[in-house]
């Protein structure tokens, strides 16, 4: 089958054109679930055969990719961020039970089928906002078949709906209770051993962790990453978010796609993110919702030519969001990135961030006719509204009917 998509105004990120890669009075051919033309309407393919779909002026943009997030997870953490609000400290909630110790007991507690219908809801939230490729990490299991089971339920709820989903092995996000100060022990005994068995079931397409003061040095990292390219998987890191350990130099010693979080990271991080190609993933709903005061390097990161991601962050404990719109306008308002920036972060440079820039991301000939219709009157309205959804039809592998709930 093949579809036309007319009388459009395309936002494209196409790399070849300057900005956002705007083409007024464009047009989309779509064949066999991937864009065959996308350019000016006036040399669009025609012919029989062709269903014709007139756009009547709206804007279409890529799919948006949320290329960061914890979705997976049950339960939630109201109650701490309730004590939060009443002068709790970290200590104190932690001794009540809260912190990532409360989501590791809740995912431990949850069946794989009780992980997917807490996961479903938050992803639908992010589709019904015109995501069509959103990626999901491990991380509050800790053991190797919680880490495990989370993994099969992220590749469950992608297997339900029409959506890419990529999984992210993050065993070495938390040393529980029983090891802890044996994060070496630990890394041998469950990280190891649970990326070796998530490989082995087909449950993993990169690797990640968090290297952090109160998480995993740089030298723990490096077990786990050496483990990874091994294995042949690509590597992200959680890198300089509290403090700088020169995370981003380490991931971009390992070529990683991204590293994430940064507010710590200093000109030579992002000098060598650069020379890597590794992808800085800006995650605002984190700074926004734990109050931090250190806002990542954004004018470093345009120096050095760095590329920039915008994400979710998706998670139970410091940044429940299930909204990509709001995403870019809190890196727009936040960081003070540009409209331009925002919108490639969320398409063009989050494909980078997952490797998959080859084929999604981008409206451009021949990849997977991954598709947001819009009604708006500028790209710029996407980023400039806040708690306002002006999805008009989402398209998914070309699903012009379908591409919108499962």
Not at 80 to 101: D, H, K, P, Q, T
Not at 164 to 178: R, V
Not at 328 to 356: I, P, Q, S, W, Y
């Amino acid at each position: 089958m093949k579809t036309l998509l007319r009388n459009a105004r395309l936002t494209t990120l196409a790399p070849k054109l300057p900005g956002l890669g705007i083409i007024e009075d464009g047009a989309i051919l779509i064949e066999d679930g991937r864009i065959a033309y996308a350019g000016h309407a006036a040399d669009a393919p025609a012919g029989a055969g062709i269903s014709v779909v007139d756009c009547e002026g709206r804007w279409i943009t890529p799919g948006l990719i949320d290329c960061h997030t914890h979705l997976v997870h049950a339960g939630n953490r109201a109650r701490e961020f309730e004590m939060r609000l009443a002068g709790a400290s970290y200590e104190e909630i932690a001794r009540a039970g809260g912190g990532i110790v409360s989501s590791v007991r809740q995912v431990r507690d949850a069946s794989e089928a009780d992980l997917v219908a807490e996961t479903l809801p938050r992803l639908d939230a992010l589709i019904a906002e015109g995501v069509t490729t959103v990626e999901v990490k491990s991380g509050y299991g800790l053991t190797v078949e919680d880490e495990l089971k989370m993994l099969r339920a992220a590749r469950s709820v992608g297997n339900q709906r029409p959506v890419n989903l990529t999984t992210t092995y993050l065993g070495a996000h938390a040393t529980p209770a029983d090891y802890k100060g044996r994060n070496g022990d630990f890394i041998r005994d469950v990280v190891l051993s649970g990326l070796a068995a998530a490989h082995a079931e087909g449950l993993v397409d990169s690797v990640d962790g968090f290297c952090e003061g109160i998480a995993f040095s740089p030298d723990d990292m490096r077990v786990v990453f050496d483990a990874a390219k091994a294995l042949g998987l690509p590597v992200k890191l959680h890198a300089d978010q509290l403090s700088n350990l020169h995370g981003a130099a380490l991931a971009a010693a390992y070529g990683a796609l991204s590293a994430d979080h940064l507010e710590y990271t200093d000109d030579d991080g992002a000098a060598a993110m650069t020379a890597a190609g590794t992808v800085a993933v800006l995650l605002p709903g984190a700074y926004y919702f734990i109050r931090e005061t250190k806002k990542p390097p954004v004018d470093l990161f345009r120096k050095h030519a760095t590329k920039m991601a915008l994400a979710t962050d998706c998670n139970p404990g410091t940044s429940p969001l299930t909204s990509l719109l709001l995403t870019m306008n809190m890196g727009a308002t936040l960081f003070h990135l540009t409209v331009e920036e925002c919108l490639a972060g969320v398409t063009r440079e989050a494909a980078r961030a997952l490797g998959r820039l080859d084929t999604i991301g981008t409206i451009e000939a021949g990849k997977q006719a991954d598709l947001a219709i819009w009604n708006i009157e500028s790209p710029a309205e996407l980023v400039y509204r806040i708690g306002f959804n002006p999805l008009h039809q989402r398209i998914w592998n070309g699903d012009i009917t379908g591409g919108n709930h499962a």
